[in-house]
């Protein structure tokens, strides 16, 4: 998903936006320097396929070695950096193992296909993602996140409860007018309930 001029329009309108909040299928490499360039700050987790960690297999990456160790033990005997460079996505280094190896391991059911290579790919993480992992450390998006988690609460009823998923009449306008009387409604609803829990 991409957020330049789609979701973010502050330059045909009179806003500024300083912040963004998105969930992790805007994380993309493309979304991130869009936003860096705009100034504008990401509060977006990041997608988990960047960490180029898997957790349901039981392979495990050396960073000393360099290397991809199977569940059987065996290591890795070559690797290829694959991807085009400067494109939306990252980059991957592709791990080869022996498949010699593969064709006699007793853990070849499930794992090894009967192909000409088998191979484990790791995501090579681009500086905007390196920075943004950085960030997602930060206090300051800690507690940001805490935040987004009540707010995300609230459009979740708007969405179900009060039918803000479809619009009930045509244009922007009418779905502008909608969203705010929708908006009210659950403010007024709030306010009630905290005013009943006073009493």
Known sequence: MFLSGKAIQSGSCSWMVFRAFNDSSYSGKDNLTYLQKEK???????NPSVYGTREEDSFRYDKEKDQVQCPAGQWTTRK?????KNTGTN????????????????LREGCYKGGKSKTYSISIKS?????????????????????????????AEMKRVHGLTRAKYRG????????????????????????????
């Open 40 to 46: 504008i700050k990401a509060y977006i987790p990041l």
């Open 91 to 106: 980059q991957v280094m592709t791990y080869y193992f022996d498949i010699h190896l593969c064709q006699t391991c007793p």
């Open 172 to 199: 922007l306008f009418a779905m502008r007018i909608q969203t705010c009387l929708t908006a009210f409604t659950v403010h007024v609803k709030r306010m009630i309930k905290l005013q009943e829990a006073s009493q």
């Open 127 to 155: 500086e905007e993602h390196k920075r943004q992992m950085k960030f997602l450390e930060s206090d300051d998006y800690k507690e940001r996140k805490k935040v987004r988690f009540r707010i995300e609460h609230k459009n």
């Open 80 to 84: 290829a950096r694959t991807g085009k």
